[in-house]
């Protein structure tokens, strides 16, 4: 199972540092660069050829307009966070190159979901759109995966074995190319599969 990468861009230590530790905490996800100032992040997102880049507001705005452009070339490829400590319009001037933004000020969680937000998106972008059209069978299963039913607790709501739920689940991954809870449940959200406030 492939794991989604990451780059961090941030100048402060401590603030890198705890970035790094959040994306690692993650299944699937590593950090696979740690960066302190602007030069080579487009080297390095190419070198790694990572899924997501985490970078200070600070970062962008230092970076060379052909660099800006690089980025933007792969975006389909690479997820963009930035990181800042002003409000949520600061990244607006970038808003066609950015996918999220993170306050430093944010909790935890809140901070965690935006990275889970990355990872469904990153897989939900990979995915083959090719044979994936899902069952009705597969679409009610993904909805009770995505609400976060246990395979048994699936099993008995669709009067199926768990076997069964087993397969559904490796058809689902296969034809969406989704492998994370996480990101089958950004397909659902994304294809209003489910609400969010079901998962309230």
């Not at 959040?22 to 899924?51: F, G, H, M, W």
Request: glycine share 4%; charged share 25%.
């Amino acid at each position: 199972m492939s794991k989604v990468t990451f780059i961090v861009a941030e100048p402060s230590y401590i603030i890198r540092k705890g970035l790094v530790n959040l994306i690692n905490e993650l299944p699937n996800t590593i950090v696979v660069r740690e960066l302190e100032n602007a030069q080579k992040i487009t080297d390095s997102v190419n070198y790694y050829r990572a899924d997501a880049l985490v970078i200070n507001l600070d970062l962008i705005d230092k970076l060379g307009q052909s660099e800006l452009n690089s980025l933007k070339n792969i975006k389909d490829k690479l997820s963009v966070v930035v990181v800042s400590n002003s409000d949520l319009t600061a990244a607006s001037k970038h808003n066609d190159l950015v996918s999220r933004e993170i306050q430093i000020s944010e909790s935890k969680s809140s901070v965690l979901k935006k990275i889970r937000e990355v990872i469904g998106l990153r897989e939900t972008q990979d995915a083959n759109p090719e044979n994936s059209e899902l069952s009705e069978r597969e679409i009610e299963i993904l909805k009770n995966v995505a609400l976060g039913l246990s395979n048994k607790e699936i099993a008995e709501k669709n009067f199926i074995s768990p076997h069964t739920v087993i397969t559904h689940r490796k058809n689902i991954t296969r034809k969406l190319g989704i492998k994370t809870v996480s990101g089958l449940t950004i397909y659902a959200i994304l294809n209003k599969i489910i609400g969010m406030e079901a998962l309230e």
